[in-house]
């Protein structure tokens, strides 16, 4: 689905970044997708300190998932040589607004929110199991974009895989290799998980409709 947009509106860019962390979900969509990364998260920000994504909540517990803020820097510790692809997609002003305002919806709603085990099978049998609030990864980002102003594809987001990011025209590949070596990699260290008391790329009304 084309999606160009005029030079005058090409104001923010947003970023879904690809990796392999080898936890039971990619594992899963890995058996039958064959791609290399196998896990996706959207990122308001080069740096990638604004990255959200549906994973494990705990570690050790690997059922206990669901929506989550992701520390790429802590990434790097838990699971070295991890490689990623990070692709960049140009969004309007709007569109990114929009973006933000899905997020901090996601943010103030999180415990309603966990993941779509069942919409795995679903996938890779082509077939629909969207339960309420649920989500796997990359469903979560391609329904963020789209609930952004931004279709990328034309299946619904709960038959998106990662690997149809990086297959997509309209996404732009800017980093390729260690997730660790990546250059603008904020490696402050801070703690994924809720946001609170730290502002967003764009400062919003404190409830944003979706």
Not at 158 to 175: K, N, R
Request: net charge negative.
């Amino acid at each position: 689905m084309g999606m160009g947009i005029p030079e005058e509106q090409q104001g923010r860019r947003l970023y879904i970044l690809l990796t392999d962390t080898g936890t039971l979900f990619t594992r899963l969509i890995k058996a039958y997708t064959g791609a290399p990364c196998n896990h996706a998260s959207l990122a308001l920000d080069p740096s990638l300190r604004h990255m959200y994504s549906f994973g494990r909540k705990d570690q050790s517990h690997p059922l206990a998932a669901g929506f989550v803020r992701e520390e790429a820097a802590g990434m790097c510790r838990e699971y070295p040589g991890m490689a990623c692809v990070l692709l960049r997609l140009e969004a309007t002003e709007e569109q990114f607004r929009r973006a933000c305002g899905v997020i901090r919806y996601f943010e103030q709603t999180v415990d309603r929110y966990g993941y779509n085990l069942l919409g795995l099978l679903g996938f890779v049998l082509n077939l629909r199991f969207e339960p309420q609030d649920r989500y796997f990864c990359s469903q979560f980002v391609a329904d963020a974009l789209e609930r952004s102003g931004i279709a990328l594809f034309d299946q619904p987001p709960a038959l998106t895989a990662p690997h149809h990011f990086l297959e997509h025209p309209e996404l732009q590949v800017v980093y390729e290799g260690l997730l660790s070596d990546y250059p603008l990699l904020d490696r402050d260290g801070r703690r994924a998980g809720s946001a609170e008391g730290e502002s967003l790329p764009l400062r919003l009304p404190k409830r944003a409709a979706v």
